[in-house]
Nanobody
Framework: QLQLVESGGGLVQPGGSLRLSCAAS????????IGWFRQAPGKEREGVSC???????FYADSVKGRFTISRDNAKNTVYLEMNSLKPEDTAVYYC???????????????????WGKGTLVTVKG
């Protein structure tokens, strides 16, 4: 019923850019916090960016200044624009949503209620 479908992953060169999309269905994204998380091979899942329903955004220090999260309410879609990509950014990227009103830092620690299946981003020369 409630679904999140990521797209836009692929292979890019270091220093390149990529835009991920997350299409939501079964709910209105406007009233949910939306987050991007990632999990690299052999590592724990980590928060990348979060957009709360009140418009606040939060970024991991590792991506701050390089990644931008945004929403398109008309399309019920959230994006993650990634610039200046590094090999360390290689991971499966997951879109997530939560109806709560917590801070981005909270979601980074505890995760979110609903998850997509992920899209693979590989940064390699």
């Amino acid at each position: 019923q409630l679904q999140l479908v990521e797209s836009g992953g692929g292979l890019v060169q270091p220093g390149g850019s990529l835009r991920l999309s997350c299409a939501a269905s079964g709910f209105t994204m406007d009233y949910y916090a939306i987050g991007w998380f990632r999990q690299a091979p052999g590592k724990e899942r980590e928060g990348v960016s979060c957009s709360s329903s009140d418009g606040n955004t939060f970024y991991a220090d590792s991506v701050k200044g390089r990644f931008t999260i945004s929403r398109d309410n008309a399309k019920n879609t959230v994006y993650l624009e990634m610039n200046s990509l590094k090999p360390e950014d290689t991971a499966v990227y997951y879109c997530a949503a939560d109806p709560g009103v917590y801070s981005g830092r909270y979601y980074f620690i505890y995760g979110m209620e609903y998850w997509g299946k992920g899209t693979l981003v590989t940064v390699k020369g």
